[in-house]
Every structure is written in C-alpha cells, then in structure tokens.
C-alpha cells in the first residue's frame, strides 16, 4: 500500500490561479487540463512570452468554469519502464481519484478535459476506469468530452510511438540512449488504454464529444512529427491541425493566437449544445422510447430509477443510460477521501477483492437498484454493465495477440453496426440501417407452458403459460422489458442485453472469473463457438497445433480438420486428462518429428467428458491449468456437461448420497471450473443450454477476457451473427423472467437428481448383464456417457485380430441385436495412431429405463458372442 502512496503523491489537481475564484454555480462547467510527456501542470500550457493560457485567458472568456490542472509524475522514462506495472493506470486512477477528491464541488459539472499528448490517454485511462468501477462510476456520466491535443490513438502508430519519443527525448532531453533502448514495450500497455476507451465510445449510451487537434510542424528533420495525424484523430470525431509543433501546440501567445481560438471555439459550442439541451427534470435517465420498431430508436440499455437526489441533476446530454445507476453508486460511497492523504484509503477499495461472493439476493437487491432495464432493438450491451462491483477487483487478464491468428487480427468492426452510434444523436432520422419495421413482423404473440419451481415433472398440472407479444415494452405488459418487436428484428453478436444480463450473473454466481476485465457473448451453442475459437488462435499458415484427451469430442475433432489445425491427444485416466503427460509432450515437443509447431491450444471438456465420461476433480484442473501457464498454453474449456454433475456413486445396494437441498448447497458442490481459477485469462470457457435446457435452442456463451471476447464478437458479426432473436426471447422469457437464478438452479438440481437415477440404471443393468471378467467401467460422476472398455487382449482371436477388427464386429453385431453403441475408434484424436484399447460409449440421457436394460443387455450378448463367452 505504502509504495502505491508513493507512487500517486505526486498527483494533484489544482485550481488554477483565477479559475478558483470565479466558481460560480454547481451546474457550470469543469474544464481538468492534463499534461503529456515530461510536461508540467503549468509549463505545458506556457507560452515563452509567459502566458499562462488557461488562467490568463480562458478564465475570462469562460469566467463561468472552473478551470483546473492535473499534475502527475509524467517521467516518460519511468512511464515506460514500468509500463507492464501499470504505469498508465496509475495516472488515469489518480486522475480520477482526484476529481472525486473534488467532487463537493465538481459532482454535477460537466467535466471537460483538454490533454496534450500522453495525457489524453490519462484521461481515456480514467474515464475507462469510471466506466467500471461503482467508486468511480459518477465520473464518465457527468463528462462532457475531452479535447485531445496530439495524442497518440493509432494501433500501429502506437506501436512505434516509443521509437519516435526516444528520439525526441535524445535530441531536445539528452536522455541516455541506454534507457531509451526500454522505451518501446510499454506500447502495449498504452494500447490496451486506447482499445478500452474507444471500445467504450462505440457504446451507445457513451455520448462524450470528442475533438481531436494534431500537430502541422515537425520538431525537426531528425525526429519529425511525434504524433502523426492518423494517430492524433478519431476517424468518428471532428479534428484540427495546430501549426505548431509537438510540444507547442499547446502555448499560445494571446487572445489573437489561432489556435487558442480553434480550443476556446470547440468549448464555446460544447457548452451553448449542451446549455440548450439540458431539461429542468430528467427522471428516466436518458431512457429512449424502447419500442425498436424499424430501428429508428438504436440505443444502449438503459435503467429506469429514479435519480435520487436533487431533480435538476444531471443532464442526459452527459447522463447517459447509467446515469441513474452511477450516481446512485456513487452517493452510496462510504469512503472519505480529502486532499491526497485519502488515497491511502482509496488503494485498499481498489486492490482488495471484496470477500463476499455474489449471491442471488445480492443480484436481487442489485437489480431492484438499477431499474427496469430497456434495450430496444439491436441495443449495444456488454458484461460490463451487468458484472458485480467487486467482479472488477483483481488483475486485467493477460493479452493473448501473440496467439491470435492472423485471421482473427485481420477482422475489423462490421461499418454499418458502428454506424448505428449515430442514431444517438438528438433528432436525427435514419435512413441507414437495414432493420425492418416490426409493423411488417407477421407474429404479434407467443404463448408456451413452462413448470412452475419446484414441479418440474408435473408441468401441465402446476405449469405456468408465459406470453411474449410484439409490442410489451412500450405497453408496459407481460415484464415490459422484452418483446417480441426487438427479438424478431436484427441485434446485436453479442446477444440481447435482456439475456446477456442473466447469463453474466450467472456466470458470476457460478464460476466468478479471479480478473477483473472478463465478460460473457452468448453464442449459437458450442460447437459454432469452438469453430470460431479455433479459428481465432489457430493458424494453418503457422503450423498451430491443439493438444487434446487422447479420446475427444468426435465433431470438435472434425472440425479442427478441415481447418487444417493438427490435433494431439493426451493420456487419460478415470479423471480425464494426464498433466504430467501434458507437461512431457509440451516440454519435449520436436517440431520437426511432430510436422508442428509446439501446441498453444488445448481443447478440454472437464465434466463428464464427451467420450469417456471422465471428470476432473479439483486438483487435476488446477494441475492442468499449471502446465498450461507453464507453456503459454490457451486453454478451450468446453463445458456442456458441467451441470450435470451427479450424486457420488457409491454402489448399487449402497444408500444414496443425501443431495443438496438449496441453490447455494448446490453451487457448493460443484466441482470449480478451470474459468474459475484463471488468473491470467487465458481460458475461453463455452457454456451451452443444450444439454441442461435444449439443444434446438441453439444457444450457449463463452466467458474469456475482454480481449478475447471482442475478438469473438467481430468474428460473430461477419459469421452467424449471434444466436437467434427468437430463441433469446424464450430463453430469457424462461431463465430470467419465469424462473430467476433460483429457479433456474432447482431446475438443475432436479435434472442432476435425474441424470444420477439414469446413470444408476444403466450401471444397475452393465453390472446385470455384462460379462464383468472382459467388461470394465468408471462410473461417471457427471454428463451422460458411460465409456465401456473391453479387454482386447482375452479375445479369442486376439493375437491375429487387430483391435479395430474386433471393434468392428461387436459393432455390427450389437447392430444386429438391435442396439447402437458408439466405437471408441470413431473418438482418437490422433486416428493415424494404432488403438491402445476396445472401448465403446453408451449414453443413459435418453432411452427408458426399460430400454437401458434391453439395449445393454444386447450389447453383453454381443461381446460374448465375440469373446465366446456364456
Ligand atoms: C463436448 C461437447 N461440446 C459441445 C457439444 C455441442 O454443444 P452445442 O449443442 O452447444 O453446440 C457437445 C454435444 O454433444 C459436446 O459433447
């Protein structure tokens, strides 16, 4: 805590001079100047002549403002040497820290900052941070825009920024080259910053205006231009060129100066926009109209609660959709924090992970605070929005470009989707969007019968109907919060925000990701989902190669195929996948004998693994996920069956097991996911409805990084474009609205209790009529398969059969008697490989119990016939 002090005492905002005594009201304007590069809070803003330009002249031409300077420890060497330490999140987090500082007298002022160079990513790295953080969370919505002046936003450009200052610093410094050769990692860094920030500002309910100055003058021959223009501009906003170089930009001689009038001109409109577009009230927080019909009303999610506070708050121009939600947090902060002395306080609320884990009546009572949501039609959402404050704690997750594919680095947001931000603007008419009326959509309603918890099997006795009609949220019937106007029409990849909502929880009731920056998109179920993750971090071109159980998912392995991504399987046991085998494929790995590069990838399915059964206990996948750090390993976690983890087994006449009684016994009891102890992000976890809802749903979502999940999203919107509308609706209709996260967990309850009496009947039936002496088996402690294994080597005819012969024949001949029971072969990962073993799998999710008998009964007369046995 000590050295985080250290680090931010530096950090100040001060009045300037005249701007503090000319405060003149609670609703006018905050203008924060932040300087760049090795400048200071006055320096920067100083001209040779000595003037002093924010107080010397904006304070007269705004006397209205207060007008205020950040200053911070901006050494660029130190900056980029301790890039990979979070540098930059320091400053943006001492930035933000010191305008809530403040916030007795800047609460309900629109903020606009004026950055020169690194300062504007200072700026962006605050307001990222207001974006997700409750403490901070009243900040973003009273900005009003920041005037970036030459700061670096381009990806490449960023890239090679640390080049060009290490230049400068040489030439006009004199900063040893030594220390300078350090400057060019912390690109990342200031990369990620950026993506944060103008990821933010494709959101909808983001309206921050944005003016982009660059400079016209080199420094010289030498150095040239620090900031280029493709770098210092937003292609979305207004820019300028100031002719001047770099580190003049910033100072003007006078009044007369062009430049200062090009700045006082872009505050001058900002202000008069924003003065005409305040209301005296605005109790639905910027809420739209929310029937989405024809796409004309694009917006974000918004919540409906009521402002507390003083009426005349905020205006929607800066009080977007979670105006109402942040200023309700941020009334609710308990931490006093005065002068610099309160960030002491300040750093234990921002590095301690909060110890209570997410519970439903936390959502509850977090749902009940936030409103009714309203997300028309197409309506941008992310995970962000609906994550627990505390979910932001902990580290960012690790950045995985060194293993996305050239493919997925090449894909760019689809145009006519980040076209959709400028419905935001007041009174605009669209003609853009290819979103048709629903008046055209010939549903207008959708009744279904769904049980009623916890009478699951008695659905039409204690059943509930549930309706959905075209026009509910404008009518404020059946929920008003999802209808079928905004379901039939186009949306948004990553899923509804109504569904995305509930599956973020969930997520975090579940699996509570240890990093701060994961989020959820919902996907068309699995196997879509691996089809895109594999595409995403394998490349043909690249020689990429996935590492696997030595018996996998027969579709996953078909489609890695066609991709031309080799596949390599590991040695399993009754839980699965062997580490220590892992860590000797990885640690020995031959590229040339192998015709690969060393896998980067592994594909695993830890619960009832989909052929074998197997499930990895606790240990072994924090085993596995040691190696995988240990190589730079990216792990698929595919997890259909997670939720079908059973009662224990503990023999046929042996007394069940006692099952859990409540949702949080329940949750207690399962084994934790590898996305749960993934301290770095590096696993894409894939969730399914098929297997615990319905598989013609077509729906299920992965969790992963921010990063990741952005990358999936792009790929999404050129694929299928996300799930169906439809099936998101009755989805939602089902899991949120009918059952909530408590009933959801009964259903899953009862369906364990159910897959647990299954499993015991096929178990009850193998151990009746199998020939035990060649017949052997694990009993699956989750999913639906039992993984038979028979041993070749007392086979008759066994020392002149190969394995895949003798498959062949039970095979045929179980077909004969009149049962299907899939052939281990048909799972190899590596099928050029001869068999290690006879194995067959048989599932017990559908037959009766009846049939289970019969078939298994077959399928022991046809081993016996094959091992002639009696
Ligand atoms: C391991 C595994 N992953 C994914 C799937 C398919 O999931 P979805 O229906 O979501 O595509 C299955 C279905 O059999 C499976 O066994």
New binding site residues.
Partial sequence: MMSFFRKLVHSTLSDTEVGAELDTGPDNELIVFVHGLTGNREKTWTHRNGIFWPGALLSQDFSRARIMTFGYDADVVRFWTMASSNRLDDHGKSLAYALLDRRGQVDQRPIIFIAHSLGGLVCEEALNLSNKRQDLGSILPNTLGIIFMGTPHGGSHLASWGSTVAKYLNIFRGVNREILRNLQPGSSNLQRTEEDFQHMLLRNNIKLKVYCFYEALKMNDTVGKIVERESAILPAYDNCSVNADHRDMTKFTGRADAGYGQVRGVLERWIKENETQRPDVDESAGASDGHGRGGASYNGPVFNAPISGRKTAISPRYNPGFSSKFSQRAAGHAVSLTGNIGFAEKDTVIGEQAPEPLTIDGIKARRAKAGRLVAPTASYSDSDMFKSPQSFNGPKARRWDHLLSAESKARHPCVLKQAAKHLKKPGLISLGGGLPSAENFPIERLTFRIPTPPHFSEVEASGTDVTTGKHDVERGENGGVHDLSIALNYGQSIGSAQLLRWVTEHTELVCRPPYADWRCAL????????EQALRMFCDRARGDAVLTEEYS?A??LETAAPLGIRVFGVRMDEQGLLPETMDEILSTWDEAARGARKPTVLYT?PSG??PTGATQGAQRRRDIYAVCQKHDVFIFE?E??YFLQMQPYIGSDAPGVPPPTSAGEFLGSLIPSLVSMDVDGRVLR?D????VVV?GS?L?WITASEQVVERYIRHAECASQGPSGISQLIMYKLVDESWGHEGYLQWLMNLRLEYTRRRDVILAACEKYLPREVVSWVPPAAGMFLWLKVDHTQHPEGSTKSIIEIEEEIFNSCIEKGVLACRGSWFRAEPDLPLSGLFFRVTFAAASEENMGKAIERFGAAVKESFGLH
């Fill in positions: 996907t068309v179920g699995s196997t879509g989902a691996l998912f579709t996953a399915v693994q989909n595919d259909p069956y894939m399914s409805f098929s297997k598989p077509r299920g």
